[in-house]
């Protein structure tokens, strides 16, 4: 609580009474703390490939100058480690984009069933590379409104979790259903799943995983190039277009992302 204390005085007269106000202030001392809390987050996250990369420059200035193959090793670490700030910084774009826009529902009508199989053609050379096959299930067309750049970006970061996280070589299983009427959404709605075999989730993480930067196992998320925003962006995004994210998680038999959305 802040306190503010003010004496009430009356012409001619000495001061007779006192007005105290208590405000409730732990809404703002909480989102002070929030901001905080994710400037730490993000310097620590630009601050470890940074110190990688000044320690390779280092190495390729002194003992590895003249040592061809340590070179490219170091090099290609560095790629590796810049290729990470850049996704890092890409995602930071985008969910602060996302919070200025957050109010404003989109009206563009696009087909659903079109723009995921336009995803999935940039997603398979990765799904290859980690002999994953991706299994989809789709109607004919699925109309809804939507930001269609925001709706790649869902399927991608859901599709890309399921391939890092889920079994490899593995199947990962992506599909579109209707929904006649769907019980929060309160209306018709089309609902995506992806789907993974791999290890699961621990019930107890499973509510944190939209809050930015949370993971369940740090390192292995930076192995896989990971930066702790997806589902962070997946979440706001979905709000945007007033729908629903659930997960849905066994551990030991994998997991299954369900985005429902508002059909058109
Ligand atoms: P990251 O960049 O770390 O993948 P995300 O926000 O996309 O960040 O995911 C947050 C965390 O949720 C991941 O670090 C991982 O621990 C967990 N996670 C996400 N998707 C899956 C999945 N399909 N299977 C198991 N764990 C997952």
Do not use: C
């Not at 001619?12 to 987050?41: C, I, K, Q, Y």
């Not at 890409?90 to 563009?108: N, Y």
């Not at 925001?150 to 490899?168: D, F, P, S």
């Amino acid at each position: 609580f802040e306190v503010s204390i003010s004496a009430l005085t009356e012409a001619g007269e000495g001061t007779r009474h006192v007005l105290l106000v208590f405000r409730d202030v732990s809404d703002a001392h909480a989102g002070e703390s929030m901001r905080r809390d994710f400037v730490a987050n993000v310097s620590h996250e630009l601050k470890t490939p940074l110190t990688a990369v000044s320690g390779f420059i280092e190495t390729l200035q002194g003992p590895a100058r003249n040592d061809a193959p340590a070179r490219d090793r170091f090099l290609g670490m560095m790629a590796q480690e810049t290729a990470r700030m850049n996704r890092l910084v890409s995602d930071l774009l985008s969910l602060s984009r996302l919070e200025g826009q957050s109010r404003r529902r989109p009206t563009e009508v696009v087909d659903l069933v079109g723009v995921i199989s336009e995803t999935m053609g940039t997603l398979r050379p990765g799904a290859d590379t980690n002999e994953v096959q991706i299994v989809t299930d789709l109607p004919d067309s699925a109309a809804m409104p939507a930001d269609r750049d925001q709706i790649i970006q869902v399927i991608t970061n859901l599709v890309e979790n399921a391939i890092k996280y889920g079994r490899q070589p593995g199947v990962v299983t992506l599909s579109l259903a209707h929904v006649a009427r769907e019980p929060v959404i309160k209306g018709p709605a089309w609902q995506l799943s992806v789907r993974d075999a791999g290890a699961g989730i621990a019930p107890e993480h499973i509510h944190r995983l939209t809050e930015r930067f949370y993971r369940v196992d740090t390192d292995r998320s930076r192995a896989k190039g990971g930066t702790g925003l997806g589902l962070a962006i997946v979440k706001h995004i979905v709000n945007r277009h007033r729908g629903r994210l659930r997960i849905e998680s066994v551990v030991g038999q994998g997991t299954e992302v369900l985005v429902t959305l508002p059909a058109a």
